[in-house]
């Protein structure tokens, strides 16, 4: 059988670029590319050369107003491994979001926070 690995994941946000920005901030990520999209939207791939992610906008304003959980084909959240748990922790904070969940369990330690459009990130650090 043939190796797998996951390339992107495509989330509707509001505002693709502030998105991509807040990433690139926390996690050194960079900006992949940008462009026109489906529906007359826009994204922008974010992320390092192996994986990103892709954050789309029709740009019509419209905002998603029940918990992901509660509905099929939801974005629960989105996991991201780092070296050091406790300087991302810090440059999330320095953000202006606010850390919750935090979680020391084998294999690691996690902690969780919410964007600007409610997007639950889960942030862990192995060994």
């Not at 991509?20 to 960079?30: T, Y």
């Not at 462009?35 to 791939?45: D, F, K």
């Amino acid at each position: 059988m043939s190796k797998t690995r996951l390339e992107h994941v495509n989330v509707t946000v509001s505002d693709p670029k502030k998105s991509a920005q807040m990433l690139c901030d926390i996690f050194g990520w960079h900006i992949r590319w940008e462009g026109a999209a489906i529906h007359n939207g826009l994204t922008v791939h974010v992320g390092s050369e192996s994986d990103y992610i892709a954050f789309y906008s029709k740009g019509d304003g419209k905002k998603f107003n029940g918990r992901s959980y509660d509905q099929l084909t939801g974005l629960n959240h989105i996991a991201l491994v780092v070296d050091d748990l406790d300087a991302t922790e810090a440059r999330v904070k320095k953000a202006g979001f606010i850390t919750e969940n935090h979680r020391d369990y084998e294999p690691g330690r996690r902690f969780y926070f919410r964007d600007h459009d409610n997007i639950e990130f889960e942030v862990v650090c192995y060994g």
